[in-house]
């Protein structure tokens, strides 16, 4: 297949994605939920927008441009899916096949049911590539890898895939700078990136950096609007066991119904729990961020040239690789 077929063939199926029927989508939420509890109709449609703007022909086109994926020799790339969001795997799946190499998934055991009605689609818009979609429960037979995990996950890939080229992705996850002249919408816009997806996300805000005299209970009342997240009864049992834990340890924390915030160091906040850390200056801020950037997928603000606006952790554009890793770039030389 040439490039401009694989791109045509994603184009329509953002078309078609865009355009399924109800019934359809019933369906498919409901096999999802089952699979999935933390799988919302609202996070699976929210996915499904995503892919939308991906697959558009004028950003495929400008993705793929300053790549040399034509006359390509496909080679076989073991992808190892993640399973925390609604199609988080979708990335991988679409960088492998446009440019042009054969995809062997293994698909999480809590993320089946999408990625697999997906790859229906598109083969069916493109016969063509059901010779390029294999789904096994095993990898075995394959050139190279694109793994994503946990930490300990991590070790496990490096073990057994070490000796094959590779992208190995770790645990992160993303923080949010406030220097306290944000206007009340951008304060607004950054729940969405801390409740999206109920912060399951390596893209969710987990902490937040605030000035040394920032009045934490100010911003509370801005996120009024996501309060509807403790009605999910996964995250209500999550928002119960850590306020018990705080209380029990005796924590200084604020709570204001559905999230808990506390002053911490860490980076990786539990769910429900929202860390926040003081600095004194920006020398300061900028020490904390530099000895945590290891652990850090986006940041969300203003301080920085590659902040991220308030809102928008969890809408990257195709070129926005988790943790900084270009994975096109990474299959072009395997050519």
């Not at 010779?131 to 990898?139: A, R, V």
């Not at 801390?194 to 950096?209: P, W």
Request: glycine content about 6%; overall charge neutral; aromatic content about 14%.
């Amino acid at each position: 297949m040439k490039l401009e077929d694989r791109i045509a063939a994603f184009v329509k199926l953002g078309k078609e994605l865009d355009a399924i029927d109800v019934m359809t989508w019933e369906s498919l939420i409901l096999k999802a939920r089952n699979e999935n509890a933390w799988f919302t109709e609202e996070s699976i449609k929210s996915a499904f927008k995503g892919i939308g703007l991906y697959l558009t022909e004028e950003n495929l086109k400008k993705w793929t441009g300053s790549y040399k994926l034509t006359d390509v020799k496909p080679k076989t790339i073991g992808v190892v899916m993640a399973g925390n969001l609604p199609l988080v795997g979708f990335h991988d799946f679409l960088t492998v096949l446009i440019s042009g190499n054969i995809l062997l998934v293994k698909l999480s055991s809590k993320d089946r049911v999408l990625p697999l009605f997906i790859a229906e689609k598109l083969v069916a818009i493109d016969p063509r590539f059901a010779s390029f979609i294999k789904f096994e429960e095993q990898l075995k037979n394959f050139d190279a890898v694109i793994a994503t995990g946990g930490d300990n996950s991590a070790r496990y890939f490096h073990y057994y895939f070490g000796k094959y080229p590779n992208v190995i992705r770790k645990n992160r996850t993303s923080c949010a700078i406030l220097k306290g002249n944000e206007t009340d919408a951008e304060l607004e816009a950054l729940g969405f990136d801390i409740f999206n997806y109920f912060g399951l996300g390596c893209r969710n805000v987990s902490k937040i950096f605030i000035p040394k005299n920032y009045d934490l209970a100010t911003i509370f009342p801005k996120w009024e609007r996501f309060k509807e997240v403790i009605n999910h009864h996964k995250y209500n049992n999550n928002y119960d066991y850590q306020k018990s834990i705080l209380l029990v340890n005796g924590y200084h924390f604020y709570d204001n119904g559905f999230l808990l915030v506390q002053e911490s160091e860490k980076l990786v906040s539990p769910i429900a729990v929202l860390y926040y850390e003081r600095y004194e200056d920006e020398s300061d801020l900028a020490l904390k961020i530099f000895e945590a950037k290891d652990k850090i997928q986006c940041i969300v603000g203003k301080m920085t040239p590659a902040s991220i606006p308030f809102g928008q952790a969890q809408s990257p554009m195709l070129w926005d690789y988790a943790d900084q890793i270009d994975t096109l770039k990474f299959l072009e030389n395997l050519n």
